[in-house]
Every structure is written in structure tokens, then in C-alpha cells.
């Protein structure tokens, strides 16, 4: 059963919240419906970082999940919403051979990562506060942490060069 | 059954949906909606693993934080990569992109 200081069913129901979810963005032909039921099941990630004692993770989760991402998605949906219609299909031909490969990959994970050797696990929770994620982060990983913020300078100004106008070439 | 494992088959079933959704959907926008399915998941993995195996002390939590941030910036790069193919061609169903086809 799954640990921790909740009631286990809890654990049932938000994996089910999530993986509902997951399947409505796979299967909405709507391409709206597939992004708002992609904001619920975030919301859902979201609550299963609670549950697995990281609070910072959780809110990270909503800030940058739910509400940055969702609204870029959301965005590109509605400047790119084809309005000729008539595209019905919403699985195309894979889609035969696709589900029971996903299937297949599905239960053999399953097998391997309940089977796998993990080391000592215990039903104890042992995630640190978010004082000990931010000494690990400012401590060991500060490389990282400054090449992450280089990463997120060169993606912001790639998309401003992808997605503006062209000039005018004269 | 030890409640690290419960986790981690959530995990692996999000991703598994999320790589269907990859391998299925026609659109771009979803097909990008698919991707951050399958990053939740691995992100779920990490935190639960960083949660229940001693020794890891935080470092799976911290993963995921960059893993969510670099999320962010693959999010907008994609997404601005569509837009501006949407420009060129008015349609953002992959088996359209056909340009390279001899």
C-alpha cells in the first residue's frame, strides 16, 4: 500500500485523476479539450508532489505547469486553430499498431520497475525540506542552477527569433 | 508490495499515455501536450524515488525542478517553431508537413 500520512485510497483516486486525465489529452478530438483536460491532470501531478512530501516541487509544479505553460499552450492553440475544418481524423493510421505497442511497453515498465532492484527502500519518507533542497541546490549544483538560467535566456530568445514576423526583404 | 513501486507504476502508465498520444495524435499542439505528459511522469518517478530510497537525499527532487524548468523553455521553443511553420504553411497537422517528400 502505498505509504506515507495519507489514507492509501487517496493515492488510488489521484492516480486515477491522473491517468483519466492523461487519456482525455490523448483522446479529446478537440484540441482545447485535450489542453484543458492537460491543466487537470498537471493539477493533479501537482497533488501527488504534496503527497510525496515535496511542497516545493508541488508549487513549482503549479506556477510553472498550470499557469506558464498551460497558457502558451493555450495560446498557440487559439493563433493556430485551423479554421477550414473538415481534419476529422485525430489518430491517424499508427494508431493501430501504436496502441498495442503502448500496451506492450506499458506492462513490460511495469514488470521491470516493480521487479528491479532499487537499493534499501523504506516506507519512511525521506524527502528533505525545501532548507535542505535549497542548500543541496545552492551548494552542489550551482553550475547547473547557472546553466539552466543560460538555457532559459537562449530559448526565450530563440522563440522571439522563430515566432516574429519576417521582414521585408527589399 | 513497498509504496515506491506503486508510484513508479503511476509513472510508467503516464508515460506509456503520453507516448501513445506522441506516436497517434495528428496535431502538433497535442502531439507537444503528449511530451509534457511523459516529462510529468518521469518527474514523478524522481520525486517518489528521492522520497522512499535512502541515500538519494533530495536529489531526484531537485531533478525534477530542472527538468520542469528546461520543460518550460523546450515548451516555448516548440511552440514557436509551430507558429512560425503555421506561417509558412497555414496548417499544423503533422502528416501535412511534407515539403522534404521526393
Known amino acids: ?170 | 508490495m513497498n509504496a515506491l513501486y506503486w508510484w513508479l507504476t503511476l509513472a510508467v502508465l503516464l508515460f506509456c499515455i503520453g507516448a501513445f498520444g506522441v506516436l497517434v495524435r495528428r496535431n502538433v499542439i497535442v502531439v507537444v501536450m503528449c511530451l509534457e505528459l511523459m516529462l510529468n511522469a518521469v518527474n514523478i518517478a524522481l520525486v517518489a524515488i528521492s522520497n522512499f530510497r535512502a541515500g538519494a537525499l533530495g536529489a531526484g527532487t531537485l531533478f525534477s525542478l530542472f527538468i520542469i524548468t528546461l520543460a518550460a523553455a523546450e515548451v516555448t521553443v516548440g511552440l514557436a517553431i509551430v507558429i512560425a511553420n503555421y506561417r509558412n504553411r497555414r496548417t499544423v497537422q503533422t502528416d501535412q508537413y511534407d515539403e522534404l517528400k521526393g
Open chain 1, 1 to 170: 500500500m502505498p505509504g506515507g500520512d495519507f489514507h492509501p485510497w487517496l493515492f488510488f483516486i489521484l492516480a486515477a485523476w491522473i491517468l483519466i486525465c492523461g487519456l482525455g489529452v490523448v483522446a479529446f478530438k478537440k484540441v482545447m479539450y485535450s489542453a484543458a483536460s492537460m491543466v487537470a491532470c498537471f493539477l493533479g501531478v501537482a497533488f501527488a508532489y504534496a503527497l510525496l512530501n515535496a511542497p516545493l516541487v508541488a508549487v513549482v509544479q503549479i506556477l510553472v505547469y498550470v499557469g506558464a505553460i498551460s497558457i502558451v499552450i493555450i495560446f498557440a492553440i487559439m493563433l493556430t486553430e485551423v479554421q477550414d475544418g473538415g481534419y476529422d481524423l485525430f489518430f491517424n493510421r499508427q494508431a493501430v499498431l501504436a496502441a498495442p505497442l503502448a500496451v506492450a511497453a506499458a506492462a513490460v515498465l511495469t514488470v521491470v520497475v516493480v521487479t528491479a532492484d532499487v537499493g534499501q527502500i523504506g516506507d519512511k519518507a525521506l524527502n528533505p525540506s525545501v532548507k535542505g533542497i535549497s542548500l543541496l541546490l545552492f551548494k552542489g549544483y550551482v553550475f547547473p542552477f547557472e546553466l539552466v538560467s543560460l538555457v532559459l535566456v537562449a530559448a526565450m530568445i530563440g522563440a522571439l527569433v522563430l515566432a516574429r514576423k519576417e521582414e521585408e526583404k527589399s
